[in-house]
């Protein structure tokens, strides 16, 4: 099976073409260039370079955050339009999940950690099981602060994800002897993990409904926020 994984929940955006366990294409752009300016054509590039038409799809992956709400509404609306236009159906792929399951098998803990702005981080801790070989999720998804994220961890953990770039040090001297780190270029979710976990999730025809599924959000937006400082109920 084909399916084609997409991310624009974090700054850098990637799209993966996966065939069964097989990596065929991936396009990763770490760039400051708006999505929406770049997201068709990385699409159109990957299918391009894996020989790949979307007839030959068997379905589209998309990261549903959290992550930049402005990201998510473009990969969502694109995915949901790629959808409609081919018949394809769509599965979705937690963010924090997909950067945990790109840190190898391992006792410790790992934390998924993405900028949130404001001086909060969305997070959330997981662990492998390693009797049946996967990752669950030992945490809620939560917009925290840092100090308060430091606050909770007692045991060694492994952090990953862009969010490093901004409180990479701040973990390392909180916790210097719980604090390990991925590798610097798993910190950027790549595309072809969201294609391969979103495999699964088509094999158990866990689809989406494209009525109604929206991106994990968290918290609100700066916009909700204003909207509902000026409309009190």
Not at 9 to 14: D, F, I, L
Request: negative net charge; hydrophobic residues 35%; charged residues 20%.
């Amino acid at each position: 099976m084909k399916i084609l994984g997409i991310d624009t929940s974090t700054s850098c955006g990637s799209v993966g073409l996966v065939d069964d366990e097989r990596i065929i294409a991936e396009h990763l752009l770490n760039t400051p260039v708006t999505h929406s300016e770049r997201l068709l054509g990385a699409i159109e590039s990957v299918l391009r370079e894996g020989r790949c038409s979307v007839n030959d799809l068997d379905g589209w992956a998309i990261s549903l955050g959290p992550g930049s709400f402005t990201g998510l509404r473009i990969g969502v609306s694109t995915v949901k339009g790629l959808s409609f236009a081919t018949g394809k159906p769509v599965v979705g792929v937690p963010t924090l999940d997909a950067l945990a399951s790109q840190v190898s098998p391992t006792p410790y803990l790992i934390c998924p950690v993405l900028d949130a702005r404001k001086r909060e981080v969305y997070a959330s801790f997981y662990q492998y099981d390693e009797e049946k070989g996967t990752i669950r999720r030992q945490s809620p998804y939560q917009a925290i602060r840092p100090g308060h994220l430091i606050q909770g961890i007692e045991k060694r953990t492994i952090f990953i994800g862009e969010g490093m770039r901004t409180y990479g040090n701040l973990f390392k001297e909180s916790l210097p002897s719980l604090a390990a780190f991925a590798c610097p270029s798993l910190n950027i979710l790549h595309g072809s993990t969201v294609a391969s976990l979103g495999l699964e999730l088509l094999h158990l025809g866990e689809t989406l409904d494209l009525s109604n599924f929206t991106p994990i959000y968290i918290r609100p937006s700066e916009a909700e926020i204003k909207w509902r400082e000026t409309h009190p109920v």
